[in-house]
Each structure stands twice: as C-alpha cells, then as structure tokens.
C-alpha cells in the first residue's frame, strides 16, 4: 500500500477524448509532482507544484494540464492525445524541505 | 552536467547470494541520494536515502547503500538476495529543497534464479 493514491490505475482513452488523472496524498506533503514513464525507462518529470503553486513545468505539450486545486490533490487533464503518450503516470509528494518523493502506483494510461 | 549512471542494464544473481548495484553521480551540489525499487506494474517504493552523516545507510527490505564522496558513488548492496527482490532498481539524486526534479539513473533489472 503507497500513501500516494492515484486514480484511475488503468485507462483507455481515443485522441478525441477528455480525461482526467487523480493524485491524492494525506502527509502534509506540499510539494506535488507528475511524472511519465515509458516501459523500461526512468521516469521523466513533467510538472511540480509547490504550495499549490506551478513552480516546474518541463516543456509539456499542451494537451496535459496540471491542477492542484488544494494542498492534498492533484489533478492532470488530458485532451487530445496522442499514441506516443501512452505510458505509465506517476503522481509524487515530499514534505517541505529535504526529499524524498514518494510516488503513488501510477495510472497506465493507453491512447486508441 | 548533472547525471547520475547505473552501469549494468541487467543483472542475474542466485537465490541467497549477494547483490550490489553501482550507481555514479555527477551533481553541482550537495547531493541527496535515493534508491528506489519498481516491481512490474507498480510505483516506485523508496528503499533508501542517504543527506548526510554516517555514510552507509540502512533501508528497508534488508538494503544498504554506502555513499563514498571520493568515488561520487553510492552503491546499493544486499547480503542475500530473495526471489521476491527481482525488479527494477533506480538511482537517484536530488538537491536538498522539496518541489525539486530527481535526476534518475536508467535503471538496472534484477533477475533472481533458483
């Protein structure tokens, strides 16, 4: 069991779609990540929010917006997506000051 | 340039016998080290993490890591290795701030055999 808790664990989606990723967390964390992942790959930092503010946006393509609309949520809106963007999307959260993040199960994201 | 390299892509290790994973790093700063660990299907559990102090490390599921300036490593090791082990292993390294990125390795697989 993670203390990162990410929702839907599996989509499916065509490009004409809209959807949205969850991320939730209960430590008190005030820093909020997403990342993607391909298979047999590092992941890759897409976002940051820190005090529920945008701090790192990683040159992502507009069709991911991030939100977070409180300081235990977190939410990422897909729109018109593209067959590349099917991976594996893995909310973090790390206390303020030192790391680490810890990272929820991830939500398996696959693009028709 | 900040980068942190795993060596070995795979590695195959009996049942019982002994592990350790190379990670190097490159960092302008003073680094914070992680290990994290992603079984298939699943996030990424944090096994160990090294800020400062004593330089070997304990972490969870019999883990250690020993962190040596001079070698800019920091080497995941384990006495003995069960089937449950294989996985996925990840090196990190970040600075001490939170709503900073982690610079990770890519990976190295663990296979375990009977």
């Known amino acids: 069991d993670t203390e990162v808790t990410q929702t839907p664990k599996h989509l499916v989606m065509g490009m004409t779609n809209k959807k949205s990723l969850k991320c939730e967390q209960h430590?008190?964390?005030?820093?909020m990540y997403w990342y993607k992942q391909k298979a047999k790959k590092p992941p890759e930092l897409m976002f940051v929010?820190?005090?529920?503010?945008?701090?790192i946006n990683e040159s992502v393509p507009s069709r991911f917006s991030p939100e977070c609309p409180n300081s235990s949520l977190l939410n990422l809106h897909l729109h018109a997506l593209q067959p590349e963007d099917s991976a594996l999307y893995l909310c973090?959260?790390?206390?303020?000051?030192?790391?680490?993040?810890?990272f929820g199960d991830g939500t398996r994201l696959s693009i028709l | 340039a900040q980068s942190v390299t795993q060596p070995d892509i795979h590695i195959t290790v009996s049942e019982g016998a002994s592990l350790e994973l190379r990670c190097n790093y490159s960092?302008?700063?003073?680094?914070?080290l992680f290990w994290y660990v992603q079984s298939p299907g699943q996030g990424l559990q944090l096994l160990l993490k090294?800020?400062?102090?004593?330089?070997l490390v304990q972490g969870i599921k019999g883990f250690e890591a020993e962190f040596k300036r001079s070698q800019s490593s920091f080497n995941l090791r384990k006495p003995s290795v069960h089937w449950s082990d294989a996985a996925e292993y990840f090196c990190?390294?970040?600075?001490?701030?939170?709503?900073?990125?982690?610079?990770f390795g890519k990976g190295t697989t663990l296979s375990v055999s009977s």
């Open positions: 973090a959260s790390s206390p303020v000051g030192n790391q680490p993040q810890h």
């Open positions: 430590m008190g964390h005030r820093a």
């Open positions: 929010y820190s005090y529920e503010k945008l701090s």
């Open positions: 960092y302008g700063a003073t680094p914070y």
């Open positions: 090294y800020f400062s102090g004593d330089t």
């Open positions: 990190a390294v970040g600075a001490e701030q939170a709503g900073t990125a982690l610079i």
